[in-house]
């Protein structure tokens, strides 16, 4: 495991107590990004998306199933894949845990991919999910909410992540991950947030774990990582 500092049980404490006053303020800084968040101001949408779902066509004002709010995860799973991304699977893998709790606060959750939904039907029974997600690949919505981009737009310098990216279609890909906020009032869909990148790392759940775990996250070799189906057994 490499050299690592040792100490004594009072060493260790004075250490962690120190630490603590940093990850307080971690905390009362996040506390107010989070009322900042509430605080954008609301954009109302002009087009009436439509997705593709295992029941048929259905829209951004279902997918609230008559809730007054919704968050969408932009899942990476572009039409020609065969299989979703392995970093969107695996934040995918605590969205049923608390879907129950957000649904009985007001909060839809769902997902969205370009991929056809027969596809995406597939993939969630392969990986035993049950959470809404649906097909955006007749409409614009991926690429409005940049996600998603062309050959051309990746060519000429896209942005992503409110930054235009390098204009190299190798440097940037077609699909990108991330997630969005919507609220609903009467029939009005507005648009509150959306994060890109680390931005959505909080919702990573694997990544909380591994921050506190003694050697973190070791993001310089990822060649561990699978999807949760694939790992030896």
């Not at 940093?22 to 009362?28: F, G, I, M, S, Y």
């Not at 709790?101 to 999910?129: C, I, Q």
């Not at 990746?154 to 997630?179: I, K, Q, S, T």
Request: glycine share 10%; hydrophobic share 35%; with cysteine.
């Amino acid at each position: 495991m490499g050299a690592h500092t040792t100490g004594t049980r009072e060493e260790w404490r004075k250490a962690r107590i120190e630490l603590l006053e940093a990850e307080k303020e971690l905390t009362r800084r996040g506390d107010e990004l989070a009322r900042k968040r509430r605080e954008l101001p609301w954009v109302p949408l002009e087009q009436d998306y439509r997705f593709d779902g295992p029941d048929g066509e259905t829209s951004l004002h279902d997918l609230f199933g008559g809730r007054s709010q919704l968050v969408m995860y932009h899942f990476m799973f572009g039409p020609d894949w065969e299989a979703g991304c392995p970093v969107c699977s695996s934040v995918a893998d605590g969205f049923d845990g608390i879907r129950v709790h957000l649904e009985h606060h007001d909060v839809a959750l769902a997902a969205v991919s370009r991929a056809p939904a027969e596809k995406l039907t597939a993939y969630r029974k392969r990986m035993g999910w049950s959470f809404p997600w649906v097909s955006s690949g007749g409409s614009s919505f991926n690429f409005d909410f940049g996600v998603s981009f062309t050959q051309e737009s990746a060519a000429g310098g896209a942005e992503y992540n409110f930054r235009e990216m390098p204009a190299d279609p190798g440097v940037l890909p077609l699909e990108a991950h991330g997630m969005s906020a919507f609220a609903r009032e009467d029939d009005t869909v507005y648009h509150t947030y959306s994060a890109y990148a680390r931005g959505c790392d909080a919702m990573w759940s694997m990544w909380q774990w591994l921050d506190r775990a003694p050697l973190g996250r070791n993001e310089q070799d990822m060649t561990w990582f699978h999807r949760h189906d694939e790992y030896p057994m």
